[in-house]
């Protein structure tokens, strides 16, 4: 199994919903994480967890709020969203942490907020 | 000047071309070279991976990394209309702390 699972395939959420993306993944991989991707531009890197502990936050605002339950799954919470916070966003997995930048990224969670 | 620079097109070209996609850097601490080709509203999937300087190939794709003039290259040859995609350069440093990915170019071959 070679593939990262990302749910749901779209989101549409008003400013005051909560809101959770999931993915997962099991190819033993070590290291996981979350972009956020708008249209025409490069993935940017939002979080990092290395062996199941948050290791890079880049700056990210409060109302994301990653989880990361165990070594296979990865969740996004959201919660009072702003409008430019549409975007396709993508997870993604790597065997181990720093050692190997192979990334394996799932078809992503094309998110709209109203 | 940005990190990762690469000529965001679009390109078009007709089948069958040889395609010339590049990217130039400025971090010289950067080892590990990557493309990715990413499909409308999917994620981007890994292409091609290289270590330092040199040459690797795969099938239709070539990499050509040349780390003195901070340049890397994909090539690919008897392009198809399956190709149509953006391709993202991507490399990080010897430690794989900083891993960046180059804007993206837009390629679209025409039958």
């Known amino acids: 199994d070679t593939e990262v699972t990302q749910t749901p395939k779209h989101l549409v959420m008003g400013m005051t919903n909560k809101k959770s993306l999931k993915c997962e993944q099991h190819m033993g991989h070590r290291a996981m994480y979350w972009y956020k991707q708008k249209a025409k531009k490069p993935p940017e890197l939002m979080f990092v967890?290395?062996?199941?502990?948050?290791?890079i936050n880049e700056s990210v605002p409060s109302r994301f709020s990653p989880e990361c339950p165990n070594s296979s799954l990865l969740n996004l919470h959201l919660h009072a969203l702003q409008p430019e916070d549409s975007a396709l966003y993508l997870c993604a997995s790597s065997q181990v942490p720093g050692l190997d930048e192979k990334l394996f990224f799932g078809s992503g969670t094309q998110l709209s907020v109203l | 000047q940005k990190e990762v620079e690469q000529d965001p097109g679009p390109l078009s070209v007709p089948e069958g071309a040889i395609v010339s996609l590049n990217c130039t850097y400025s971090n010289s601490a950067f080892q590990y070279f990557m493309w990715y080709r990413q499909y409308s509203r999917k994620g981007p999937e890994l292409l091609m991976y290289t270590y330092s300087s040199g040459n690797k190939e795969d099938g239709r794709f070539t990499a050509q990394v040349d780390k003195s003039s901070k340049y890397i290259s994909l090539f690919i040859r008897d392009s198809q209309p399956s190709d149509s995609a953006t391709y993202l350069c991507?490399?990080?440093?010897?430690?794989?702390?900083?891993?960046?990915f180059g804007p993206g170019t837009r390629l679209s071959v025409l039958p």
């Open positions: 991507a490399m990080s440093d010897n430690y794989g702390q900083n891993f960046v």
């Open positions: 967890y290395s062996y199941e502990k948050l290791s």
